[in-house]
């Protein structure tokens, strides 16, 4: 490793050298960060409303709003993160600091998140929304760079996708742990040794889910510290950028569409947060177009500044490097087709694994399926990982995809037609599912390393950090449509939650409602994600 440090400190530019092939150690080492992610990930995506609405006793749509809002900001995040971290200079490179500056912040930030004060329901609700906005900034500033370091590890394409196979792998085996384990640990830590009227242990969940995010946290903290010890960067932009910050912050004020993106995308975003209300929605629109007025009004004021004669600032104002990144990111045709997709697979696994539990609790009646169907979905998806690699050496990653997508939306879809009875039926669509859904995830973060290779060779600048935000902005955006809707869902179809913890018979129609988001719901959205990959027409070199 230290002779090709050397090498590459003679050639700036990582793609002067032929690709290296990379050690195991090192594909292990960055599949760890992954698995520390997982910690987090898997318990938002699996666990959180449940958490919410079960244990923390927060009403389902004022949950649903809450995660809505609170997960749009932090996929506001996502784009901003990439811009420092493309912009970040230090000893350890570009992404990797991130690595040793973030995990005890994220790890006190998901144990303030998962604690429960006994406040009032407003004050519950604020709580909830300010430490879960804290949890997820936190998450955003190590996973975004964690994500780019894929992009510079290696220029060899196959090289990534291999990467990207261990990193799975791992991921996945976080997954495991949490889903295994979430529920017993909950159980461990929350008992109180007091016996409930049908003579078992009372749980103490508020205590329980505190103590169990606790243990993952510390844990997640150890295994980004290995990450960052066992990983190089190698790929170098080809040209140093000298910094432009006035130039980007006076672009980020006089930008028509930048403001455009930012202001439709919100306006949609808090509509769907109040049901599309027709009053409200008055408000929104009217809100709208004082914002847009304000926008055009601060583009004007600010372009009268920057072109007053004699302002020596006019020739950086029309060099931004921020601005050229964005036009770039719009231009990019197999970026833009990645970005669907990766919406439409998040908004699918969300609406499916934020009913999951509900699903095995009230339509199964067995709780404890809960844990093996997620469980079983997560081995079969560290094995879907390994026909990744030997799949993309034959054949393009689009058609691919494609192709995955087309026969997870039908394992999904046959959910719909299962009875509570027949749980083997369940694990077997889900180990189909969980097959090509795995195949999947590695093929599309390396096709994000593609793009941003094509990225550069194109426009001559490398923008990793940015381009891969801004494919987690799809994502996350994506989860929180995705969460939003099922709790929605759950407020729609008439859901009863526990109180003090007594559990409710649910009705037909929210049995029926709990089946389908987890059939129908996602499987229409793997159809939309595959379709958003007919125009991807990049092919990558081996």
Not at 317 to 328: G, W, Y
Not at 424 to 453: E, F, K, P
Request: aromatic share 14%; with cysteine; proline share 4%.
């Amino acid at each position: 490793m230290a002779s090709h440090d050397k090498q590459n400190a003679d050639h700036p530019s990582g793609h002067d050298l032929p690709p290296e092939r990379l050690s195991v150690g090192e594909k292990i080492g960055y599949g760890l960060g992954d698995t520390a992610s997982n910690f987090y990930w898997k318990t938002f995506e699996s666990f959180l409303i449940y958490f919410y609405t079960d244990v923390y006793g927060l009403p389902a749509k004022a949950t649903a709003t809450m995660l809505l809002l609170t997960r749009t900001w932090d996929a506001i995040n996502d784009p901003l993160l990439g811009y420092l971290a493309d912009r970040t200079r230090s000893r350890f490179g570009r992404f990797r600091p991130y690595l040793l500056w973030m995990p005890v912040p994220l790890a006190i930030a998901a144990m303030l998140a998962f604690y429960t004060p006994n406040f009032s329901p407003t004050g519950k609700l604020v709580y909830a929304a300010t430490t879960y906005t804290l949890l997820l900034m936190a998450y955003t500033a190590i996973n975004v760079p964690y994500g780019a370091l894929m992009g510079v590890i290696s220029s060899s394409s196959l090289e990534r996708t291999s990467v990207s196979t261990y990193r799975f792998v791992a991921a996945f085996a976080g997954g495991i742990l949490v889903q295994s384990t979430l529920l017993k640990m909950v159980c461990w830590f929350g008992a109180d040794g007091h016996i409930d009227s049908a003579g078992g242990s009372m749980i103490d969940e508020q205590a329980g889910f505190f103590w169990s995010m606790s243990v993952f946290s510390v844990v997640a903290v150890v295994l980004f510290l290995v990450c960052f010890a066992s990983t190089r960067e190698r790929l170098q932009p080809k040209e140093s950028r000298p910094p432009t910050f006035a130039a980007d912050m006076r672009f980020g004020l006089t930008s028509v569409r930048l403001h455009q993106v930012f202001l439709v995308s919100s306006a949609i975003i808090i509509a769907m947060s109040t049901n599309f209300d027709r009053q409200i929605s008055i408000w929104i629109i009217i809100g709208y177009l004082l914002l847009s007025g304000l926008s055009l009004a601060t583009i004007r004021a600010t372009s009268s500044i920057v072109h007053r004669p004699g302002n020596t600032d006019r020739d950086q104002a029309e060099h931004s490097t921020l601005r050229a990144d964005f036009d770039d990111l719009l231009r990019n045709t197999a970026w833009m087709a990645l970005f669907g997709y990766g919406l439409f697979q998040l908004l699918a696994g969300f609406v499916r694994n934020g009913a999951t539990v509900y699903y095995f609790k009230y339509y199964c009646g067995d709780l404890g399926l809960a844990s093996r169907f997620l469980v079983t979905g997560s081995v079969a998806a560290i094995v879907g990982t390994l026909f990744a690699r030997p799949l993309a050496s034959r054949f393009s990653k689009r058609s691919i995809m494609i192709a995955l997508n087309v026969i997870g939306a039908v394992a999904v879809g046959g959910f719909y037609f299962l009875s509570p009875s027949q749980w083997r039926w369940m694990l077997g669509l889900q180990i189909v599912a969980s097959l090509v859904m795995g195949t999947g995830a590695v093929l599309l973060w390396a096709m994000y390393a593609d793009v941003a290779d094509e990225s550069e060779h194109t426009n001559q600048r490398r923008a990793t950090g940015l381009i891969f935000s801004a494919a987690t902005f799809s994502q996350k955006l994506g989860c929180s449509i995705g969460a939003a809707l099922a709790g929605f869902a759950l407020d729609y179809f008439d859901y009863l939650p526990p109180i003090n913890g007594i559990d409710f018979d649910q009705s037909a129609t929210t049995l029926w409602g709990l089946g389908l988001m987890m059939s129908l719901l996602p499987a229409f959205f793997h159809l939309l994600a595959a379709a958003c990959l007919i125009p991807y027409r990049f092919q990558s070199a081996k």
